[in-house]
Every structure is written in structure tokens, then in C-alpha cells.
């Protein structure tokens, strides 16, 4: 079936540093979405990309979808412990209505 | 102040026994569904409810059940029959149209001994 493979699964940076997750998807994608889900909490939306090779960005989160609409990643710029938490990429794959395939998702942590 | 409620936070129960699990939205979503999280698995879909009185089984459907008699309610339940239970569940809902993003209720974590 579809998946939508996401890595890395863990990563632990010094504050300040950059980090980045990297989601790839076995088809095609109509638009894939970032949740970020904080230690004990539930996921949160943070942003929908659509259009192929689109870049969007949020303070010091960067998003893209790739070109061929089948990865996406997110970059952290200058990494603060208010980004600690477990970041997913959820794609949806087109004639499959609402439902969206989830990664497995990267748990950041931010050493002070 | 509207928004997603999913009850109880944390459920124990006896292997053998069906558990039902509550998700409740004022939100006035037309789609509904139920995840299942496990450590280093991501979200997984359970079943999907895009109207009322209608529903799809997910990836991982056996051993789960759920009923979509109302707009507002979504309920799941965890039969004897689901092999390993004992998860975080979370219910989510989305808009028919527009972005869908989907807004998640705060999760009920089970655990089936």
C-alpha cells in the first residue's frame, strides 16, 4: 500500500543548531501537510503544501514539496527548546478523499 | 469554545473485554477518524467517517469497531478480538472542504492487561 516514509526518527541538537526532517512518499502526492506534536500532547497542524517544488515559511520553519510531488522537508533554523516535540509529514494521495498517510514522524530534542 | 474532546485520558481494562472510547466534536466537521499511535510508528488510521451514517475501515481495522449515528460523535470500540491494544488513541476531524487540516482531540491512552 502507500507509505510515506519519514527520517530521521530521532534527532538531538545542541540549541542553535539547524534540523531538518525529510519525508518521501512511495506515490505521487496531492498535497502534504506538517503536524508537530509536543511531549504528551496531541498533533497540532502547522502547514499544507500543494503546489510542486512550492516553499513556504513560517518564523524559522522551512517547508518544500519537491518537484515531483513526492517528498517534502522541514528545516529548523537556530533550534530553540520551544520546538521540542515530534514533528510528521502526512501526505494525501489523490481519488482517496480526506484520508492522509502519515509518517512515522522525528522526535526532536533541543539540548540547552 | 469549540474543539475536540475525547474521554477518558487514560483507560485500563482486562484482556478480554471490549472498551468503547469516546470522541465528541462541536466543530461542525462533516469527517471524522481514528488513529492509533505507537512509539516509533507514527499515526496509524483505524477507521474514517467522511458523513454521518457512514464510515471506512483504515489500515489496521480488525478488532476495531465504530457507529456514526450523529454529526457530533464518533465512537470506537476496542474488541477482544484486537490482538495488542494497549495504545494512544487519538480521533480527529476536518472540514469537507478547503485546507482539511485535521484538528486532533487530546487522546485516550489505553492499556489492556
Known amino acids: 500500500g502507500q507509505q510515506v516514509m519519514q527520517i530521521p526518527q530521532y534527532q538531538h541538537v545542541q540549541e542553535g543548531e539547524d534540523f531538518t526532517t525529510y519525508c518521501n512518499s512511495s506515490t505521487t502526492l496531492s498535497n502534504i501537510q506538517w503536524y508537530k506534536q509536543r511531549p504528551g500532547g496531541h498533533p497540532v497542524f502547522l502547514i499544507q503544501l500543494v503546489k510542486s517544488g512550492e516553499v513556504k515559511k513560517q518564523k524559522r520553519l522551512t517547508f518544500q514539496f519537491g518537484e515531483a510531488k513526492k517528498n517534502s522537508s522541514l528545516h529548523i533554523t537556530a533550534t530553540q527548546t520551544t520546538d521540542v516535540g515530534t514533528y510528521f509529514c502526512?501526505?494525501?494521495?489523490?481519488?482517496?478523499?480526506?484520508?492522509?498517510?502519515f509518517g512515522q514522524g522525528t522526535e526532536l530534542s533541543v539540548k540547552p | 469554545d469549540g474543539g475536540i474532546t475525547q474521554s477518558p485520558k487514560y483507560l485500563f481494562r482486562k484482556e478480554g473485554q471490549n472498551v468503547t472510547l469516546s470522541c465528541e466534536q462541536n466543530?461542525?466537521?462533516?469527517?471524522m477518524y481514528w488513529y492509533r499511535q505507537d512509539p516509533g510508528q507514527g499515526l496509524r488510521l483505524i477507521y474514517y467517517s467522511q458523513i454521518v451514517n457512514d464510515f471506512q475501515k483504515g489500515d489496521i481495522a480488525e478488532g476495531y469497531s465504530v457507529s456514526r449515528e450523529k454529526k457530533e460523535s464518533f465512537p470506537l470500540t476496542v474488541t477482544s478480538a484486537q490482538k495488542n491494544p494497549t495504545a494512544f488513541y487519538l480521533c480527529?476531524?476536518?472540514?469537507?472542504?478547503?485546507?482539511?487540516?485535521?484538528?486532533f482531540g487530546p487522546g485516550t491512552r489505553l492499556t489492556v492487561t
Open positions: 502526512a501526505g494525501r494521495v489523490y481519488n482517496q478523499g480526506g484520508k492522509l498517510i
Open positions: 466543530l461542525n466537521h462533516d469527517a
Open positions: 480527529a476531524s476536518t472540514t469537507a472542504g478547503g485546507i482539511r487540516e485535521q484538528y
